[in-house]
């Protein structure tokens, strides 16, 4: 079973820029997709974007054009940019990968002024 490790979250202002970053261990990664997701206090978790082991991405429509999504297969590692934040990207941030069941144990985004 795939474990996650995320990082990278913090808070930023509106507009402002952060990176987030999520190793995974213990399972074939090259070939699997990833997602992030992310779940706002009081709201139920949603699906932000995903990669495919091609590297092709697609968005939420609430993100797209200010996130992109990339990956480092080398480093096992899959990556969040995330630009022009508003507050309303305020949430905990979780990457899963495709076909399993874990979570990592996300990471605080706050954008506030």
């Known amino acids: 079973q795939v474990q996650l490790v995320e990082s990278g979250g913090g808070l930023v202002q509106p507009g402002g820029s952060l990176r987030l970053s999520c190793a995974a261990y213990?399972?074939?990664?090259?070939?699997?997709?990833m997602a992030w997701y992310r779940q706002a206090p009081g709201k139920q978790r949603e699906l932000v974007g995903h990669?495919?082991?091609?590297?092709?991405?697609d968005y939420a429509d609430s993100v797209k054009g200010r996130f992109t999504i990339s990956r480092d297969n080398a480093k096992r590692t899959v990556y969040l940019q995330m630009n022009s934040l508003k507050p309303e990207d305020t949430a905990v941030y979780y990457c899963?990968?495709?076909?399993?069941?874990?979570w990592g144990q996300g990471t605080q985004v706050t954008v506030s002024s």
């Open positions: 899963k990968q495709i076909g399993s069941s874990s």
């Open positions: 213990g399972s074939i990664f090259s070939s699997r997709g």
């Open positions: 990669i495919t082991n091609g590297g092709n991405t």
